[in-house]
């Protein structure tokens, strides 16, 4: 017969608990945007184009490009990428050797080896981490805007672009000298 005593004490017994499907972990450095997250292994070697329409973690080796512009890139503590990276945000634990172009924010980390110039509205350099390269944070840089097609950059880009006038004379003197300045010494944090 059915014993209440007996029913209870099964429903407590956690072994009999249904299995519940694993949780996917959240790498560090990873955005609070929302979506799949597709991962490189450690053991996987990449030659040529990655491009993708999720949330990328890379762990392994990349040579080529990378291009997630509207999605989070982050580079493991294992990962190496010879390439040039195009993303909404990029998370740099590991080692990057080429330049890196994001629509919002490039994090790089004291654990991080970067070789390469570095493009976003927000950069931030952890102490401790190894940057050899420059850092521009110009928006209405032509790079950026062709990178990322923001209209209203492309319009106002068309409309200072007049025949006989140069870049240089649409902009103001001082922006003119820190870029000039920027890109003209090299950076480099601490071992």
């Given amino acids: ?79 190496k990428v010879k390439a040039e990276i195009f993303a909404h945000v990029v998370q740099i634990n590991g080692e990057v050797n080429g330049d890196v172009v994001a629509s919002e924010q490039i994090n790089i980390s004291q654990s991080a080896r970067v070789e390469g110039n570095l493009l976003a509205p927000r950069i931030s350099l952890q102490d401790g981490a190894r940057f050899r390269g420059s850092i521009d944070m110009d928006t209405e840089s032509e790079k950026f805007r062709n990178t990322f097609n923001h209209p209203a950059n492309i319009n106002k880009a068309s409309a200072n672009n007049k025949p006989g006038k140069s870049d240089v004379d649409s902009k103001p003197a001082s922006s003119t000298d820190v870029k000039q300045s920027a890109s003209s010494k090299e950076i480099s944090g601490a071992a």
């Fill in 1 to 79: 017969m059915f014993n209440k005593r007996d029913q209870i004490e099964q429903d407590q017994d956690p072994s009999n608990a249904p299995a519940s499907p694993p949780q996917p972990s959240q790498p560090a450095g990873r955005s609070s945007s929302q979506g799949p997250t597709a991962t490189i292994g450690a053991s996987v070697h990449i030659k040529g184009e990655v491009q993708g329409e999720e949330n990328l973690v890379i762990e392994g080796h990349v040579d080529g490009v990378v291009n997630l512009k509207s999605h989070t890139l982050t580079i493991g503590n294992n990962g």
